[in-house]
């Protein structure tokens, strides 16, 4: 099941729909709580870096931009981006995400900002959990990585990538280069680091102790690989919840000239005594069709079937049991760069390695590229909760200045509970986000409109922060999915049926058009659903005239993100949940 997820660059609200069945649900803000952060956190002494102190006296305010998300974790200020390492701890749920406080745009000098919750919902801000230390191995910034609960010590650790530039003469004079074959020729060198709670008493885990050495710190010689970071464990032992004898972790890399890769390691010990143990997976672009050198931020888990017997019933591909076979296990990856959709597989996994090849994939887990650097976690239920990372699409200032106009970057996205059934993936909101709803503040069934006929205003529906819940039925009359196309193409003798065509393509249309706070409208956007194509998606910074008309698909104006629905049965109704959260958008 594709998603879509959609960063919207106006203050948007829902204005009109066409369909026969809606339910709109209001929602309250989740409590965003901000702690003071410790002394020393501006520690970088480079003069491009915005100080706090710096930043306009409004923009610290921040409610002021009413585009921005509250009920999607993210900074007050500055860059928000990939989230790490969930876990649960004496009775709290705890969430990093990499941070730039200084900035609204990537930049060296990531770090781990913390957040806390008793629920999955509301959070509060914690002091960050790892900050780049001057002249050490992570200098330059704190990457992605992982939270683990290690039996040995005791305590959650968290294994991350520090890097520090090679142009960072304090770093390199303290700590060097990589050796000949272990340098896989980037700009900044990569080790894996860890970090363990200062105090066990405290629930919160507010300050963390850096581990004095790598626990893994070069990279394996002799592969022509382009990176070694972003860890993400796979194997426990059976003291730590697992079921083997040494933990296994997989590191993002890429083999030069070919494809994306990730790195398998294992080790009796989390914090120590790491082995490289070949290729967990490895992939050629031009086979796969994928683009991007770096396989970021690697998935591999075996997920369950649904719960929901709806969600099991639909399944027509599917053997009706539910007993969990050999290929149900779920790879993903973030294909380097940001600008390419989180990829995924279903396959097999025998103990040391994922058979790409010979996998079900690779799909795009949402329909557009906003969502990007995953990290899955087995929450103490036993569901498999997908985070990812929200990114902006508004235009900003070369890193790393900060925007005039707003002092942020970037959320988490909401939780999803990922489940496997036969060859479909199942995506659902994670149920406890319901408790931000207030009330039902409008529900109509039944309503239609005609392929000649107007919007229909939904005047009650107001707000910039909203659960909908909408059901479409398909016309009466369609082309089903890939056959519009062909009856174009045969209409297009006469230009009476071309004309035809056209018009029952456009009637074979759906969807909700979100309103812009701007003058004349401008600046809308509009989510609809083709049942002759059966491709949703969402068009932004739309012009919003009496009759909606989309800007044509070959002009520059034209944003969208979106796809065909691929396990979309033709003929049957189409039931969306949309969050919107200021600028958010995901269904």
Known sequence: METLTSSLPSQPHPSSSSGISCKQLSCKPSCLQETAQPAGEDHLDDPMFMRASQVPSHLHDPHHDS?????????????????????????????????????????????WDHLVSDDLVSWKHLPPAV??????????????????????????????????????????????????????????????????????????????RKLPEPVMATAPAGLNITCWRDPFCIARPAAAGGSGEEWVVGLASGVKGVGGAVLRFRSKHFT????????????DNKVLGLRGTDWECPILARLPPPANSCLTSI??????????????????ISPEACNFPITWWRGSYDGRSFDVAAADGPH????????????????????????????????????????????????????????????????????????????????AQDLSLGPDGPLLPLQVVSGTHLDINISFQPPSTYAPPFMATAAADTAASTADNTAAAAAAAESARVGLIFKSWRPCGSGAAVLSFD??????????????????TPNPEDTPERKRVGGMLRNYVPGSPLSLRLLLDGSALEN
């Not at 009775?91 to 990537?106: E, I, K, P, T, V």
């Not at 120590?272 to 992939?283: K, R, S, V």
């Not at 479909?424 to 409008?442: F, G, H, K, M, N």
């Open 131 to 208: 900050i780049p230390t001057p002249g050490w191995f992570d200098a330059d910034g704190c990457f992605s990585g992982t939270v683990e609960f290690d039996p040995e010590l005791g305590v959650p650790v968290i294994m991350y990538t520090g890097v520090y530039l090679k142009a960072n003469r304090e770093a390199v004079a303290a700590h060097g280069l990589p050796p000949p074959g272990h340098d896989p020729g980037t700009r900044f060198v990569e080790r894996q680091l860890a970090a363990v709670p200062a105090d066990l008493d405290d629930p919160d885990l507010t300050v963390w």
């Open 67 to 111: 585009r921005r998300p509250i009920f999607h974790p993210q900074s007050a200020k500055g860059w928000s981006s990939d989230p790490c390492g969930p876990i649960f701890y004496k009775g709290r749920y705890h969430l990093f995400y990499q941070h730039l406080r200084s900035s609204c745009q990537w930049y060296w000098g990531l770090c």
């Open 272 to 283: 120590h005594g790491w082995q490289f143990d070949g290729f967990l997976a490895a992939g």
């Open 531 to 548: 049942w002759s194509t059966a491709a949703l998606t969402v068009d932004f910074d739309e012009p919003l005239p009496d009759a909606y």
């Open 315 to 332: 399944s027509s591909s599917s053997s009706s049991s539910s007993s969990r076979s050999s290929s149900d296990w779920f790879f993903a």
């Open 364 to 443: 795009k887990l949402d329909l557009g590229t906003t969502l990007y650097a995953a990290t899955l976690w087995q929450d103490p239920k036993g569901r498999q909760l997908l985070y990812g990372w929200m990114q902006e699409h508004r235009r900003v200032p070369t890193p790393p200045a900060l925007c005039e106009d707003f002092c942020y970057a970037g959320c988490i996205g909401t939780p999803r509970v990922l489940t496997l059934l036969g060859d479909r993936l199942y995506q659902t909101p994670l149920p406890e986000i319901d408790a931000l709803r207030t009330r039902v503040s409008w529900h």
